[in-house]
Nanobody, 118 residues
Framework: VQLQESGPGLVKPSQTLSLTCSVSGASITSNYWSWIRQPPGKGLELMGAVVGFSGSTYYSPSLKSRTSISRDTSKNQFTLQLSSVTPEDTAVYFC????????????WGHGTQVTVSS
């Protein structure tokens, strides 16, 4: 299974950050697909996830008001949108796959650096 994040590396404050995770070797209509980020000098933070079987979503309470995760089953991709970004959203963003839930992961993307700056 391979996951690859893509999207702009630089986003201006107040704009919406959009990232796509392209998946090969597994179908996004099964398993659990998450977005996780790591700000500089800090730990990993789960942002949210989409359940492959149902398409239902989970969002971290701290980010729920600004986060949207969706999927395109025809392209085997899932996307992250984070609105109203600030410099505090600067981080390495990862997509990951878990066979069950979103507390531990079987596969990770390499991660993509996103910087929020004017």
């Amino acid at each position: 299974v391979q996951l690859q994040e893509s999207g702009p590396g630089l986003v201006k404050p107040s704009q919406t950050l959009s990232l796509t995770c392209s998946v090969s070797g597994a179908s996004i209509t099964s398993n659990y697909w998450s977005w996780i980020r790591q700000p500089p000098g800090k730990g990993l933070e789960l942002m949210g996830a989409v359940v492959g079987f149902s398409g239902s979503t989970y969002y971290s309470p701290s980010l729920k008001s600004r986060t949207s995760i969706s999927r395109d089953t025809s392209k085997n991709q899932f996307t992250l949108q984070l609105s109203s970004v600030t410099p505090e959203d600067t981080a390495v963003y990862f997509c990951a796959m878990a066979s069950s839930g979103w507390s531990s992961y079987d596969y990770w993307g390499h991660g993509t650096q996103v910087t929020v700056s004017s």
